[in-house]
């Protein structure tokens, strides 16, 4: 009996064309258009190191971010001010000796978002747990995880706020 297969140059041929079809109609893996991308936004806060990191993630999808102040409320679509935002570390496991071998980590942001073109303000709070496994002898690795972790929490919280955001869209609005 004869088995018939594809060559490996058919093979590669249809994964080429799979892959082509798939891009001409515009499908993306895990990527979404962010709703503040066309958006002039004012974000109020203090100065601490975790709100500067939001600004900055923030930034990444939102082409015109003002940070700290509201000049001319009139050109701004959202205004969101930052109420508290910070990360807790606690010991969740001990093991022998009564050390820590889990670390749970706590991320909170209250924060409220106003569409000053509509006169629309509305309060919010996001709340995000993780925990990390906690090795003494290798702090420096357990210092870089957590610094990714704290960025993995603003990424959520932004996608979370661009979710929330949409509902204070001006098209809600029927006069």
Not at 19 to 32: A, H, K
Not at 34 to 44: M, R, Y
């Amino acid at each position: 009996m004869k088995e018939i297969g594809l060559t490996f140059n058919l093979k590669y041929l249809l994964l080429v064309l799979l892959f082509l079809s798939f891009q001409s109609c515009g499908y993306n893996l895990r990527e979404s258009p962010s709703f503040f991308l066309e958006k002039n936004i004012a974000v109020v806060s203090n100065s601490s190191s975790l709100n500067q990191l939001f600004i900055e993630e923030l930034r990444k999808t939102a082409n015109n971010v003002v940070a700290y102040e509201v000049n001319e409320s009139n050109e701004l679509d959202l205004i969101i001010k930052i109420n508290n935002h910070q990360i807790q570390r606690f010991s969740s496991a001990q093991g022998a000796g009564a050390r820590t071998v889990e670390v749970r980590i706590d991320y909170s942001l209250n924060f409220s978002i106003e569409n000053p073109v509509l006169s629309k303000k509305e309060n919010y709070e996001i709340r995000d747990v993780k925990y990390i496994a906690f090795d003494d002898s290798q702090i420096l690795a357990m210092e870089a995880e957590e610094s990714d972790i704290n960025k993995d929490f603003i990424r959520f919280a932004i996608k979370r706020m661009e979710i929330l955001s949409a509902s204070l869209k001006e098209w809600d609005y029927l006069p």
